[in-house]
């Protein structure tokens, strides 16, 4: 079956180290996104891309970096220069950049931070 | 810019009552608007969509219309069950690659 896996589901982290979350997707869809989800917030948009080697940043990409050298795979780096990083984090692919085309989730990572 | 409001919850009801849960937009154009479910500890999952004014998304007994006179697109349910207990979220995408969330709404359905 196609669909997006994240890796690890939890990850557990000492304040002022860089960690990177994995997220990879068979669905052959171009473009990938990174949310961050806090309790009771809605989705928060940290960066996306609509192509290989193409990323552009969300509404709070400051101390996070992200890559995408492979179609399939969009790993997203926490670093320590982010300042609250424990979050639930999600990895979303869309197929094309039609209005009705839905977002496609992976079951998210939750990361500590401590 | 865009926008999109959701009825504050949690709500909770008891199985088998009739579910509304409120959404309404503020955007230019015709968005696409969508309903996801989150259950704990996953991802969202796509639950409807309706892409023109006057459709209407359904899918496992919800049903959400597009309303562009009220910009609105409330997710309905006539019989609720324990298993529909999850978080809701309505969303819109305005023709570029980004999507707007309402803050999610809490749904807890007792037996």
């Known amino acids: 079956d196609g669909g997006i896996t994240q890796s690890p589901k939890y990850l557990f982290r000492k304040e002022g180290q860089n960690v990177t979350l994995s997220c990879e997707q068979n669905l052959n869809h171009d473009a990938m996104y990174w949310y961050r989800q806090d309790p009771g917030q809605g989705l928060r948009l940290i960066y996306y891309?609509?192509?290989?080697?193409?990323?552009q940043k969300g509404d709070i990409a400051e101390g996070y970096s992200v890559s995408r050298e492979k179609k399939e795979s969009f790993p997203l780096t926490v670093t320590s220069a982010q300042k609250n990083p424990t979050a639930f984090y999600l990895c979303?692919?869309?197929?094309?950049?039609?209005?009705?085309?839905?977002?496609?989730f992976g079951n998210g990572t939750r990361l500590t931070v401590t | 810019g865009d926008s999109v409001t959701q009825m504050e919850g949690p709500v909770t009801l008891s199985e088998e009552a009739f579910l509304t849960i409120n959404c309404t937009y503020t955007a230019t154009g015709y968005p696409s608007l969508f309903w996801y479910v989150q259950y704990p500890g996953e991802g969202l999952q796509l639950l409807l969509k309706?892409?023109?004014?006057?459709d209407k998304g359904s899918n496992k007994g919800f049903e959400a219309t597009y309303r562009k006179e009220t910009t609105s697109f409330h997710l309905e349910k006539g019989s609720v069950q324990v298993s529909d207990s999850a978080v809701y979220f309505c969303?819109?995408?305005?023709?570029?690659?980004?999507?707007?969330f309402g803050p999610g709404t809490r749904l807890s359905v007792l037996p």
């Open positions: 891309s609509q192509i290989v080697n193409d990323f």
């Open positions: 979303a692919s869309r197929y094309g950049g039609q209005g009705g085309s839905p977002l496609h």
């Open positions: 309706a892409t023109k004014a006057d």
């Open positions: 969303a819109l995408n305005n023709y570029g690659q980004n999507f707007v």
